[in-house]
């Protein structure tokens, strides 16, 4: 039995502040009209046993989950403990944020990913950063 808490009615959403993607993703999670759990890992520390279990729902080995410049440090020489360590010191490791829907997990690559894996339809499309009064240039837009 995990221990980590997922259903179908909450999503979750786990990233470090201090990635870029992580950040890019953020506006669009808020805009999903299910609730969501956002998990900051720089403010919000995660427990051991929900990492490999997050681990697991991705199918992927706990080293795959964090930043490829770590990894050129020869990663043969981190074990699970290591890397466990890692990510409590060191939250801006990983780059990728991950969001989880019930027992479903997704490693997120690109922000346009978040859509098809909490479901188009449940998103305000209006509340979508470019759907904004303003535009990225600063220009006001009418509305």
């Known amino acids: ?20 993607l992580g ?5 669009y ?5 299910k ?3 956002i998990i900051n890992i720089n403010n919000e520390s995660i427990a051991d046993t929900i990492w490999l279990e997050v681990a697991a729902m991705l199918d992927k080995p706990l080293s795959n989950l964090f930043s490829r410049s770590l990894k050129n440090l020869n990663s043969s020489d981190y074990d699970v403990i290591d890397w466990l360590k890692i990510i409590n010191k060191k ?12 027992t479903k997990a997704k490693q997120l690559k690109e922000r346009y990913q978040i859509f098809s894996f909490f479901r188009p339809s449940r998103i305000n499309f209006n509340d ?3 759907n904004s009064r303003y535009s990225n240039r600063g220009i006001f837009s009418p509305s």
């Open 1 to 20: 039995m995990g221990h980590l808490a997922t259903n179908n009615r909450q999503l979750i959403y786990i990233y470090s502040e201090d990635s870029t």
């Open 23 to 27: 950040q890019r993703i953020l506006p």
């Open 29 to 33: 999670v808020k805009c999903l009209k």
């Open 35 to 37: 609730p969501v759990r």
């Open 91 to 102: 939250p801006w490791v990983l780059e990728k944020p991950i969001a989880i829907n019930g």
């Open 128 to 130: 979508l950063p470019e």
